[in-house]
């Protein structure tokens, strides 16, 4: 499909958007699940698309960046689901902290 000059300047010049991210399962014996209902990942242009997802978003804990390297992210059925490595934090994540993401998403319906 070609592309107007419109439509790559839409894409290039877009809002970065932003959620908080809700928990889906903190039992897992490897990773601290949490998701974003009802997110997905961005569709961007071709030359962009071989970026890997975690290098796409940034994810703050408790206003503390986390490094891409600590976290799985993928798109699951109801909306963007990240998995944080377990084995790479010392301490627990729970409910009452304050999970954020920003960067190539969109909410949709």
Not at 28 to 34: G, V
Request: avoid cysteine; charged fraction near 35%; glycine fraction near 4%.
């Amino acid at each position: 499909m070609k592309r107007t000059l419109l439509d790559i300047t839409q894409k290039i010049s877009r809002k970065i958007s932003g959620v908080h991210l809700t928990v889906k399962n903190l039992k897992d014996s490897n990773y601290y699940i949490f998701e974003a209902k009802n997110y997905r990942f961005v569709e961007v242009l071709r030359e962009i698309e071989y970026r890997k997802l975690q290098d796409r978003v940034s994810i703050y804990i408790n206003t503390q960046n986390i490094s891409n390297r600590d976290f799985l992210i993928e798109d699951g059925v109801d909306g963007i689901v990240v998995k944080f490595i377990k084995n790479k934090f010392q301490y627990e994540l729970d409910e009452m902290d304050e999970i954020y993401l920003k960067g190539d998403i969109e909410n949709y319906a």
